[in-house]
Nanobody
Framework: QVQLVESGGGLVLTGGSLRLSCAASGRTFSTYAMGWFRQAPGKEREFVAAVSWSGSSVVADSVKGRFTISRDNAKNTVYLQMNSLKPEDTAVYYC????????????????WGQGTQVTVSS
């Protein structure tokens, strides 16, 4: 069983930065692939970034060059550093976990956090 708790969301101006954190329970965190997804009102949940247990990562084209995913296995935490934020980045951001490699599809993740709101104002 894995429990995920996101934090770090908030209101930021266009061009600003935020760092999201996702704290995971459980002793097997280091063996899990971790992903970040987001969902805006009226839209489907979309992939943002994912990192494998070994640290290899994949990032969506829409955020490439602006967002970075990383993990600290000693702290059971995965991060999403978001720079140069745009109004279209506004969404609820969710952390997800599952075994295996980093993958871009929500249905491939079994464990989910409750989400944290990110609002980018122009």
């Amino acid at each position: 069983q894995v429990q995920l708790v996101e934090s770090g969301g908030g209101l930021v101006l266009t061009g600003g930065s935020l760092r999201l954190s996702c704290a995971a329970s459980g002793r097997t965190f280091s063996t899990y692939a971790m992903g970040w997804f987001r969902q805006a009102p009226g839209k489907e949940r979309e992939f943002v970034a994912a990192v494998s247990w070994s640290g290899s990562s994949v990032v969506a084209d829409s955020v490439k060059g602006r967002f970075t995913i990383s993990r600290d296995n000693a702290k059971n935490t995965v991060y999403l550093q978001m720079n140069s934020l745009k109004p279209e980045d506004t969404a609820v951001y969710y952390c997800a976990a599952d075994t295996g490699r980093a993958r871009p599809f929500p249905y491939e993740y079994y464990y989910w956090g409750q989400g944290t709101q990110v609002t980018v104002s122009s």
